[in-house]
């Protein structure tokens, strides 16, 4: 997305774009983030693996600084991310709620992608030229006129996407951007993620309990995250090896790994669901004989 806007001056050598050390939060007397301590750099592409209770949206907010330390420190770009201003805030961080209608309220779909330039004082013909370009990017060109209520829940979601991104901000945080999608919508929706990350130097987080999703994401480091703990950090074919990190922790192996391990298919980042399908309707047909 390399003409969208470039007047970042300091956030520009941004790097680490995050630094977490000993982090711990709670709510009331229970601790949900026990000691977590990590690095994003710029480009990552993270995504942070754990089943339902497990603080990974807790997390995501404290990143976002919604949510203050109890101990321990985040830092943003270098700076203490409790410092920072709530314009700060907007403007180095990228915020996609799991509910795509959560904040929309313009009358046209231009107007929600374009509110966060607005405000950050960003002049009409720079907006307009950036709205077009990334609508055109994540295929929304042609709903540009249309109200955002009148979406599907794909279309919101990638509206949504353009909104957090206008600013090209450090830091990208998407928490569970495929509840409620099919296997289609969501493979479109995770493919345009990996686009991104291949043209922004943003850093893109991603927390969810959609295990199906780290196949389609390859690249990305995986943190898992347990009771508040991390309990395994590394790349996504060192967990797929690994089927205990997923049974241990209350998560499902995905979808493709367990159907390419049913046909005695070594699954890896070359395989494709609709090549084991294949394969599964062959072996159906060949039994039927």
Known sequence: MSTLFRSRSSEDSCDPVVRVDDLWFRYGEEYVLKGISLQIRKRELVLVLGPNGSGKSTFLKVL?????????????????????????????????????????????????????????????????????????RLDIIDLLDRSPFSLSEGEARRVVLASALIHEPPLLLLDEPTAGLDYGLKKRFIDIINRLNDLLETAIVIATHDTDIITMLPRAKLVVLNEGRIVFRGSIEDALDNPSIFTENNLVIPTEVELAKRLGIRWDRTTDLDDLLLELDRLRKALCR
């Open 64 to 136: 976002a600084g919604i949510l203050k330390p109890v101990r321990g420190h985040v830092s943003l770009c270098g700076r203490d991310i409790t410092s920072l201003s709530d314009a700060d805030l907007v403007r180095l961080i990228g915020y996609v709620h799991q509910n795509p209608w959560l904040y929309m309220f313009n009358s046209k779909v231009f107007d929600e992608i374009s509110f966060v330039a607005k405000n950050l004082g960003i002049d009409h013909n720079t907006i307009t030229k950036n709205v077009l370009d990334i609508a055109t």
